[in-house]
């Protein structure tokens, strides 16, 4: 990751804090963004930058205060509750705009760059949610969550001559705080937590750094013939 410049969306805390934090250790200069400045604030990496991934005028602005980019990792998401008959056209929206027009956005923003540059890699956070399986009650995520996959392979398909690389990465349950704050809203965290760890086989949350690693894999040279495919880092949920 020397000599290499990256960019992590979502980077305050959880999947994205993990994944600045490695890329940082690896040697890459790091921009970390977030929208919560004072926890971005503690991310141990070179640069931050407060973006809300779904302002389009700060978005197609970004690259004039970063400058190019080697690698893009796109981890800003939401998750939003329900059925089809529960879902409100708010949560629909808010959930594309979030998981997958952010990702459009800010791909669109960083790719001319990286062609100029001769190459590049990008890392989009999917979901074993959606892209995957089908789970009760995540209706809007995981339909956008199955939509980062299209959009992954298309990008791969259309610039695989062109030196860019773009893979995605779908979680099980992870421990981050976002998790965490979904199960204080239920009737009983306890009960609930309990639940998320036993649909994993190995019976437990994965951890932020786990991720981390094959984000560091998939953004690196070492990952170079691979692209537009999905890696499944699930503790054997999907099998």
Same mark, same amino acid.
């Given at each position: 990751?020397?000599?290499? !410049?990256? &960019?992590?969306?979502?980077?305050?805390?959880?999947?994205?804090?993990? !994944?600045?934090?490695?890329?940082?250790?690896?040697?890459?200069?790091?921009?970390?963004?977030? #929208?919560?400045?004072?926890?971005?604030? @503690?991310?141990?990496?070179?640069?931050?930058?407060?973006?809300?991934? /779904?302002?389009?005028?700060?978005?197609?602005?970004?690259?004039?205060?970063?400058?190019?980019?080697?690698?893009?990792?796109?981890?800003?998401?939401?998750?939003?509750?329900? %059925?089809? &008959?529960?879902? %409100?056209?708010?949560?629909?929206?808010?959930?594309?705009?979030?998981?997958? =027009?952010?990702?459009?956005?800010?791909?669109?923003?960083?790719?001319?760059?990286?062609?100029?540059? +001769?190459?590049? %890699?990008?890392?989009?956070?999917?979901?074993?949610? +959606?892209?995957?399986?089908?789970?009760? $009650?995540?209706?809007?995520?995981?339909?956008?969550?199955?939509?980062?996959?299209?959009? !992954?392979?298309?990008?791969?398909?259309?610039?695989?001559?062109?030196? #860019?690389?773009?893979?995605?990465? /779908?979680?099980?349950? #992870?421990? =981050?705080?976002?998790?965490?704050?979904?199960? @204080?809203?239920?009737?009983?965290?306890?009960?609930?937590?309990?639940?998320?760890?036993?649909?994993?086989?190995?019976? @437990?949350?994965?951890?932020?750094?786990?991720?981390? $690693? &094959?984000? &560091?894999?998939?953004?690196?040279?070492?990952?170079?013939? =691979?692209?537009?495919?999905?890696? #499944?880092?699930?503790?054997?949920?999907? $099998?």
């Amino acid at each position: 990751m020397q000599g290499k !410049t990256a &960019l992590v969306t979502a980077a305050a805390q959880g999947i994205g804090r993990a !994944t600045a934090e490695l890329f940082a250790r690896e040697g890459a200069t790091v921009w970390a963004s977030d #929208i919560n400045e004072p926890v971005l604030a @503690r991310v141990a990496c070179n640069e931050r930058m407060v973006l809300d991934v /779904c302002d389009m005028q700060a978005v197609s602005h970004a690259p004039e205060r970063t400058g190019p980019l080697d690698i893009l990792v796109n981890c800003a998401g939401f998750v939003a509750g329900g %059925s089809i &008959l529960e879902c %409100s056209e708010h949560d629909w929206l808010r959930s594309f705009e979030v998981n997958v =027009t952010s990702m459009f956005r800010l791909t669109r923003a960083y790719l001319p760059g990286m062609l100029r540059r +001769g190459g590049g %890699s990008i890392v989009n956070v999917s979901s074993v949610v +959606g892209a995957v399986r089908g789970v009760a $009650n995540r209706f809007a995520y995981a339909s956008t969550k199955a939509a980062v996959l299209g959009l !992954t392979k298309s990008i791969a398909a259309d610039f695989v001559t062109q030196g #860019i690389r773009c893979n995605a990465i /779908c979680p099980g349950t #992870i421990d =981050t705080p976002s998790l965490h704050a979904r199960l @204080r809203a239920t009737e009983d965290y306890a009960a609930s937590l309990e639940t998320f760890k036993a649909r994993q086989p190995m019976r @437990r949350l994965g951890m932020p750094e786990e991720v981390a $690693n &094959l984000a &560091l894999y998939l953004a690196s040279d070492e990952s170079a013939f =691979t692209t537009g495919q999905w890696h #499944i880092i699930d503790g054997g949920w999907s $099998n």
